[in-house]
Protein backbone atom coordinates (compact mmCIF):
# COMPACT_ATOMS: atom_id res chain seq x y z
CA UNK A 1 0.00 0.00 0.00
CA UNK A 2 2.75 2.60 1.44
CA UNK A 3 4.71 2.09 -2.16
CA UNK A 4 1.76 2.34 -4.38
CA UNK A 5 0.93 5.70 -2.68
CA UNK A 6 4.64 6.55 -3.04
CA UNK A 7 4.03 5.53 -6.64
CA UNK A 8 1.12 7.41 -7.41
CA UNK A 9 2.39 10.64 -5.49
CA UNK A 10 5.45 10.29 -7.87
CA UNK A 11 2.78 10.15 -10.82
CA UNK A 12 0.98 12.86 -9.89
CA UNK A 13 4.06 14.89 -9.97
CA UNK A 14 5.06 13.50 -12.95
CA UNK A 15 1.33 14.53 -14.43
CA UNK A 16 1.98 18.38 -12.58
CA UNK A 17 5.74 18.56 -14.49
CA UNK A 18 3.36 17.95 -17.80
CA UNK A 19 0.86 20.32 -16.93
CA UNK A 20 3.25 22.90 -16.28
CA UNK A 21 4.99 22.46 -19.94
CA UNK A 22 1.42 21.93 -21.79
CA UNK A 23 0.02 25.61 -20.22
CA UNK A 24 4.04 27.26 -21.04
CA UNK A 25 3.57 26.20 -24.58
CA UNK A 26 -0.79 26.65 -25.18
CA UNK A 27 -1.81 28.75 -22.15
CA UNK A 28 -4.59 26.93 -19.65
CA UNK A 29 -7.32 27.66 -22.13
CA UNK A 30 -5.65 26.21 -24.94
CA UNK A 31 -4.52 23.51 -22.62
CA UNK A 32 -6.08 19.98 -22.67
CA UNK A 33 -6.32 17.31 -20.66
CA UNK A 34 -5.26 14.78 -23.64
CA UNK A 35 -2.31 16.82 -24.55
CA UNK A 36 -0.69 16.41 -20.61
CA UNK A 37 -1.73 12.61 -20.34
CA UNK A 38 -0.25 11.86 -23.89
CA UNK A 39 3.48 13.70 -22.45
CA UNK A 40 3.10 11.20 -19.55
CA UNK A 41 2.07 8.29 -21.18
CA UNK A 42 -0.91 7.87 -19.68
CA UNK A 43 -4.35 7.68 -21.78
CA UNK A 44 -7.21 11.12 -20.58
CA UNK A 45 -9.27 7.97 -18.35
CA UNK A 46 -5.58 6.67 -16.97
CA UNK A 47 -4.79 10.77 -16.55
CA UNK A 48 -8.48 11.32 -14.95
CA UNK A 49 -7.59 9.01 -12.26
CA UNK A 50 -5.32 11.27 -10.70
CA UNK A 51 -6.91 14.74 -11.16
CA UNK A 52 -10.81 13.96 -12.23
CA UNK A 53 -11.06 17.97 -14.33
CA UNK A 54 -8.61 20.23 -15.75
CA UNK A 55 -9.38 22.36 -13.48
CA UNK A 56 -8.55 19.91 -10.61
CA UNK A 57 -5.04 19.90 -12.15
CA UNK A 58 -4.70 23.76 -12.42
CA UNK A 59 -5.13 23.75 -8.68
CA UNK A 60 -1.94 21.41 -8.14
CA UNK A 61 -0.10 23.17 -10.56
CA UNK A 62 -0.91 26.60 -8.76
CA UNK A 63 0.03 25.08 -5.74
CA UNK A 64 3.48 24.22 -7.17
CA UNK A 65 3.69 27.60 -7.62
CA UNK A 66 3.39 28.61 -3.87
CA UNK A 67 6.09 25.85 -2.97
CA UNK A 68 8.23 27.30 -5.89
CA UNK A 69 8.37 31.24 -4.59
CA UNK A 70 8.19 31.04 -1.06
CA UNK A 71 11.26 29.01 -1.55
CA UNK A 72 12.38 27.29 1.87
CA UNK A 73 12.06 31.17 3.32
CA UNK A 74 9.04 30.48 5.93
CA UNK A 75 6.06 32.41 5.84
CA UNK A 76 7.12 35.82 6.08
CA UNK A 77 11.34 35.32 5.36
CA UNK A 78 9.91 34.40 2.20
CA UNK A 79 9.05 38.46 1.28
CA UNK A 80 12.26 40.21 2.68
CA UNK A 81 13.91 42.06 -0.04
CA UNK A 82 17.44 40.07 -0.04
CA UNK A 83 15.51 36.94 -0.93
CA UNK A 84 13.17 38.40 -3.49
CA UNK A 85 16.75 39.02 -5.06
CA UNK A 86 17.96 35.63 -5.11
CA UNK A 87 14.47 34.49 -6.13
CA UNK A 88 15.02 36.75 -9.34
CA UNK A 89 18.64 35.41 -10.16
CA UNK A 90 17.03 31.67 -9.41
CA UNK A 91 14.21 32.67 -11.84
CA UNK A 92 16.21 33.77 -14.63
CA UNK A 93 18.28 30.39 -14.62
CA UNK A 94 14.45 28.48 -15.42
CA UNK A 95 12.15 30.11 -18.27
CA UNK A 96 9.83 26.86 -18.28
CA UNK A 97 8.49 27.87 -15.14
CA UNK A 98 8.06 31.82 -15.44
CA UNK A 99 6.51 31.33 -18.61
CA UNK A 100 4.09 28.85 -17.44
CA UNK A 101 2.89 31.46 -14.66
CA UNK A 102 3.38 34.42 -16.67
CA UNK A 103 0.88 33.07 -18.90
CA UNK A 104 -1.69 32.08 -16.18
CA UNK A 105 -1.69 35.48 -14.72
CA UNK A 106 -2.28 37.17 -17.83
CA UNK A 107 -5.25 34.68 -18.70
CA UNK A 108 -6.52 35.04 -14.75
CA UNK A 109 -7.94 38.84 -15.74
CA UNK A 110 -10.20 37.39 -18.15
CA UNK A 111 -13.79 36.14 -17.68
CA UNK A 112 -14.83 33.45 -14.99
CA UNK A 113 -11.10 32.64 -15.04
CA UNK A 114 -10.27 29.09 -12.91
CA UNK A 115 -7.04 31.10 -11.79
CA UNK A 116 -8.32 34.10 -11.10
CA UNK A 117 -9.51 33.61 -7.22
CA UNK A 118 -6.13 32.36 -6.69
CA UNK A 119 -4.55 35.22 -7.93
CA UNK A 120 -6.05 37.92 -5.98
CA UNK A 121 -6.09 36.15 -3.00
CA UNK A 122 -2.51 35.46 -3.57
CA UNK A 123 -1.23 39.28 -4.13
CA UNK A 124 -3.61 40.18 -1.23
CA UNK A 125 -1.79 38.22 1.05
CA UNK A 126 1.89 38.39 -0.32
CA UNK A 127 1.05 42.67 -0.17
CA UNK A 128 0.10 42.49 3.25
CA UNK A 129 2.82 39.94 4.56
CA UNK A 130 5.54 41.91 2.66
CA UNK A 131 4.49 45.48 3.95
CA UNK A 132 4.30 44.26 7.37
CA UNK A 133 7.97 42.54 7.40
CA UNK A 134 9.01 46.18 5.62
CA UNK A 135 7.34 47.73 8.44
CA UNK A 136 8.53 45.90 11.00
CA UNK A 137 12.52 46.55 9.54
CA UNK A 138 12.45 49.85 8.86
CA UNK A 139 9.28 51.42 10.29
CA UNK A 140 7.20 54.19 8.61
CA UNK A 141 9.62 55.01 5.55
CA UNK A 142 12.05 52.99 3.66
CA UNK A 143 15.34 54.70 2.82
CA UNK A 144 14.54 55.51 -0.34
CA UNK A 145 11.27 57.52 1.32
CA UNK A 146 8.10 55.44 0.42
CA UNK A 147 5.91 53.57 2.81
CA UNK A 148 5.88 49.50 3.15
CA UNK A 149 2.38 49.81 1.91
CA UNK A 150 3.39 51.66 -1.33
CA UNK A 151 6.38 49.22 -1.74
CA UNK A 152 4.40 45.97 -1.53
CA UNK A 153 2.52 46.27 -4.51
CA UNK A 154 5.44 47.84 -6.16
CA UNK A 155 7.77 44.81 -5.82
CA UNK A 156 5.48 42.82 -6.88
CA UNK A 157 4.37 44.80 -10.17
CA UNK A 158 8.35 44.80 -10.95
CA UNK A 159 8.69 41.62 -10.74
CA UNK A 160 5.93 40.07 -12.53
CA UNK A 161 6.45 42.69 -15.29
CA UNK A 162 10.03 42.40 -15.71
CA UNK A 163 9.64 38.64 -16.22
CA UNK A 164 7.04 39.36 -19.23
CA UNK A 165 10.06 41.52 -21.26
CA UNK A 166 12.56 38.71 -19.85
CA UNK A 167 10.73 35.91 -21.61
CA UNK A 168 9.76 38.04 -24.90
CA UNK A 169 13.28 39.33 -25.03
CA UNK A 170 15.59 37.50 -22.80
CA UNK A 171 19.00 39.33 -24.70
CA UNK A 172 18.21 42.38 -24.15
CA UNK A 173 16.46 42.25 -20.47
CA UNK A 174 18.90 41.57 -17.83
CA UNK A 175 16.11 40.63 -15.30
CA UNK A 176 18.21 40.24 -12.02
CA UNK A 177 20.53 43.33 -12.46
CA UNK A 178 17.04 45.39 -13.68
CA UNK A 179 15.64 44.07 -10.17
CA UNK A 180 19.05 45.10 -8.07
CA UNK A 181 18.89 48.99 -9.38
CA UNK A 182 15.08 48.65 -8.20
CA UNK A 183 16.41 47.59 -4.71
CA UNK A 184 18.90 50.21 -4.45
CA UNK A 185 16.03 53.07 -5.41
CA UNK A 186 14.25 51.65 -2.40
CA UNK A 187 17.76 52.45 -0.77
CA UNK A 188 17.60 49.35 1.61
CA UNK A 189 21.13 47.86 -0.33
CA UNK B 1 -17.68 55.23 -53.07
CA UNK B 2 -16.77 57.92 -50.48
CA UNK B 3 -19.63 56.88 -48.45
CA UNK B 4 -19.35 53.55 -48.88
CA UNK B 5 -15.41 53.74 -47.86
CA UNK B 6 -16.58 55.21 -44.62
CA UNK B 7 -19.00 53.09 -43.72
CA UNK B 8 -16.82 50.08 -44.16
CA UNK B 9 -14.24 52.04 -41.99
CA UNK B 10 -16.97 52.60 -39.43
CA UNK B 11 -17.80 48.82 -39.39
CA UNK B 12 -14.12 47.87 -39.66
CA UNK B 13 -13.84 50.03 -36.06
CA UNK B 14 -16.42 48.00 -34.73
CA UNK B 15 -15.72 45.18 -35.19
CA UNK B 16 -11.93 45.98 -33.54
CA UNK B 17 -14.43 47.39 -30.35
CA UNK B 18 -15.84 43.90 -30.56
CA UNK B 19 -12.79 41.54 -30.68
CA UNK B 20 -11.41 44.24 -27.86
CA UNK B 21 -14.44 42.76 -26.14
CA UNK B 22 -14.17 39.46 -26.47
CA UNK B 23 -10.75 39.10 -25.95
CA UNK B 24 -10.91 40.90 -22.45
CA UNK B 25 -13.52 37.98 -22.08
CA UNK B 26 -11.61 34.86 -23.60
CA UNK B 27 -8.59 35.53 -24.51
CA UNK B 28 -7.11 35.74 -28.00
CA UNK B 29 -6.96 31.72 -28.40
CA UNK B 30 -10.66 31.40 -26.57
CA UNK B 31 -11.51 33.64 -28.71
CA UNK B 32 -13.49 32.49 -31.93
CA UNK B 33 -14.44 35.04 -35.07
CA UNK B 34 -18.36 33.57 -34.70
CA UNK B 35 -18.35 35.54 -31.58
CA UNK B 36 -16.89 38.20 -32.95
CA UNK B 37 -19.41 38.95 -35.79
CA UNK B 38 -22.55 38.00 -33.45
CA UNK B 39 -21.35 40.84 -31.46
CA UNK B 40 -21.88 43.21 -34.16
CA UNK B 41 -24.60 41.18 -36.20
CA UNK B 42 -22.58 40.02 -38.88
CA UNK B 43 -22.45 35.95 -39.91
CA UNK B 44 -18.60 34.87 -39.59
CA UNK B 45 -18.76 35.11 -43.48
CA UNK B 46 -19.68 39.07 -43.28
CA UNK B 47 -16.85 39.27 -40.63
CA UNK B 48 -14.23 37.86 -43.25
CA UNK B 49 -15.06 40.31 -45.96
CA UNK B 50 -13.42 42.68 -43.22
CA UNK B 51 -10.47 40.52 -41.77
CA UNK B 52 -10.01 38.04 -43.74
CA UNK B 53 -8.40 35.88 -40.85
CA UNK B 54 -8.34 36.04 -36.68
CA UNK B 55 -4.82 36.93 -36.81
CA UNK B 56 -5.46 39.95 -39.43
CA UNK B 57 -8.44 41.10 -36.97
CA UNK B 58 -5.46 40.90 -33.47
CA UNK B 59 -3.01 43.32 -35.94
CA UNK B 60 -6.00 45.75 -35.79
CA UNK B 61 -6.25 44.96 -32.03
CA UNK B 62 -2.60 45.33 -31.74
CA UNK B 63 -2.64 48.90 -34.02
CA UNK B 64 -4.90 49.87 -31.84
CA UNK B 65 -3.16 49.61 -28.87
CA UNK B 66 -0.40 51.84 -30.71
CA UNK B 67 -2.70 54.65 -31.15
CA UNK B 68 -4.29 53.79 -27.34
CA UNK B 69 -0.79 54.79 -25.39
CA UNK B 70 1.54 57.00 -27.41
CA UNK B 71 -1.69 59.12 -27.16
CA UNK B 72 -1.30 62.42 -28.58
CA UNK B 73 2.39 62.66 -27.59
CA UNK B 74 4.70 61.90 -31.00
CA UNK B 75 6.73 59.35 -30.67
CA UNK B 76 8.89 60.55 -28.35
CA UNK B 77 6.68 62.72 -25.61
CA UNK B 78 4.96 59.86 -25.20
CA UNK B 79 7.50 58.02 -22.72
CA UNK B 80 7.76 61.23 -20.68
CA UNK B 81 7.52 60.86 -17.42
CA UNK B 82 4.85 63.17 -16.34
CA UNK B 83 2.46 61.79 -19.60
CA UNK B 84 2.98 58.66 -18.41
CA UNK B 85 1.71 59.64 -14.92
CA UNK B 86 -1.31 61.09 -16.84
CA UNK B 87 -1.83 57.78 -18.99
CA UNK B 88 -1.51 55.32 -15.51
CA UNK B 89 -4.89 57.47 -14.13
CA UNK B 90 -6.57 57.28 -18.05
CA UNK B 91 -6.29 53.90 -17.93
CA UNK B 92 -7.75 53.25 -14.43
CA UNK B 93 -10.66 55.02 -16.00
CA UNK B 94 -10.97 52.38 -18.49
CA UNK B 95 -10.84 48.18 -17.25
CA UNK B 96 -11.99 47.08 -20.36
CA UNK B 97 -9.33 48.17 -22.73
CA UNK B 98 -6.53 47.54 -20.32
CA UNK B 99 -7.97 43.85 -19.91
CA UNK B 100 -7.51 43.18 -23.04
CA UNK B 101 -3.90 44.31 -23.43
CA UNK B 102 -3.07 42.77 -20.39
CA UNK B 103 -4.48 39.18 -21.52
CA UNK B 104 -3.01 39.57 -24.72
CA UNK B 105 0.38 40.73 -23.33
CA UNK B 106 -0.21 37.27 -20.90
CA UNK B 107 -0.49 35.01 -24.07
CA UNK B 108 2.07 36.01 -25.78
CA UNK B 109 4.70 34.43 -23.69
CA UNK B 110 3.37 31.09 -24.83
CA UNK B 111 4.19 28.93 -27.81
CA UNK B 112 4.13 30.31 -31.34
CA UNK B 113 1.49 33.28 -30.41
CA UNK B 114 0.67 35.67 -33.39
CA UNK B 115 1.23 38.55 -31.07
CA UNK B 116 4.58 37.83 -29.45
CA UNK B 117 6.86 39.50 -32.04
CA UNK B 118 4.01 42.52 -32.05
CA UNK B 119 4.98 42.85 -28.06
CA UNK B 120 8.87 42.09 -28.11
CA UNK B 121 9.67 44.72 -30.89
CA UNK B 122 7.43 47.16 -29.10
CA UNK B 123 8.98 46.65 -25.65
CA UNK B 124 12.43 47.32 -27.57
CA UNK B 125 11.21 50.39 -29.17
CA UNK B 126 9.54 51.80 -25.84
CA UNK B 127 12.48 50.98 -23.76
CA UNK B 128 14.91 52.52 -26.12
CA UNK B 129 12.65 55.38 -26.74
CA UNK B 130 12.39 56.19 -23.23
CA UNK B 131 16.16 55.76 -22.35
CA UNK B 132 16.99 58.15 -24.85
CA UNK B 133 14.55 60.91 -23.42
CA UNK B 134 15.70 59.98 -20.18
CA UNK B 135 18.93 60.82 -20.81
CA UNK B 136 18.18 64.03 -22.68
CA UNK B 137 16.31 64.93 -19.98
CA UNK B 138 18.58 63.80 -16.73
CA UNK B 139 22.20 62.56 -18.42
CA UNK B 140 24.01 59.56 -16.78
CA UNK B 141 21.90 59.06 -13.28
CA UNK B 142 18.25 60.15 -12.20
CA UNK B 143 18.32 62.25 -9.67
CA UNK B 144 17.57 58.84 -7.20
CA UNK B 145 20.60 57.63 -9.26
CA UNK B 146 19.35 54.83 -11.69
CA UNK B 147 20.55 55.07 -15.21
CA UNK B 148 18.10 55.80 -17.69
CA UNK B 149 18.67 52.23 -18.81
CA UNK B 150 18.01 50.60 -16.00
CA UNK B 151 14.94 52.93 -15.30
CA UNK B 152 12.80 52.44 -18.86
CA UNK B 153 12.25 48.26 -18.37
CA UNK B 154 11.70 49.48 -14.76
CA UNK B 155 8.94 51.78 -15.58
CA UNK B 156 7.44 49.49 -18.19
CA UNK B 157 7.65 46.22 -15.74
CA UNK B 158 5.75 48.74 -12.77
CA UNK B 159 3.12 49.65 -15.05
CA UNK B 160 2.44 46.55 -16.91
CA UNK B 161 2.46 44.38 -13.19
CA UNK B 162 0.52 46.99 -11.64
CA UNK B 163 -2.27 46.85 -14.27
CA UNK B 164 -2.54 43.04 -13.13
CA UNK B 165 -2.94 43.40 -9.27
CA UNK B 166 -5.34 46.14 -10.20
CA UNK B 167 -7.53 44.06 -12.72
CA UNK B 168 -7.51 41.42 -10.20
CA UNK B 169 -8.45 43.59 -7.27
CA UNK B 170 -9.47 47.43 -8.14
CA UNK B 171 -10.48 48.00 -4.53
CA UNK B 172 -7.21 47.62 -2.95
CA UNK B 173 -4.80 48.83 -5.86
CA UNK B 174 -4.76 52.27 -6.38
CA UNK B 175 -2.59 52.21 -9.43
CA UNK B 176 -2.45 55.52 -10.19
CA UNK B 177 -1.37 56.63 -6.38
CA UNK B 178 1.41 53.68 -6.63
CA UNK B 179 2.62 54.74 -10.14
CA UNK B 180 3.29 58.05 -8.38
CA UNK B 181 4.82 56.25 -5.78
CA UNK B 182 7.45 54.40 -7.71
CA UNK B 183 7.99 58.33 -9.86
CA UNK B 184 8.84 59.74 -6.59
CA UNK B 185 11.48 56.93 -6.07
CA UNK B 186 12.85 58.50 -9.49
CA UNK B 187 13.26 61.79 -7.58
CA UNK B 188 12.26 63.46 -10.69
CA UNK B 189 8.96 65.43 -8.98
Chains 1, 2 share one sequence.
Do not use: C
Not at 156 to 167: P, S
Amino acid sequence: MAAAGARGGERRAEIVRAALEVIAERGYRGASLGAVAERVGLTQQGLLHHFPTKEALLVAVLEERDRWDTGGGGAHGGRRLELLELLVEYNAMRPGIVRTFSALLGESVTEDHPARDFFTHRYARVRADMAAVLRAEFGDRLPGGPTPEEVAPLVTAVMDGLQYQWLLDPDAVDMPAVFRAFLRLLGTR
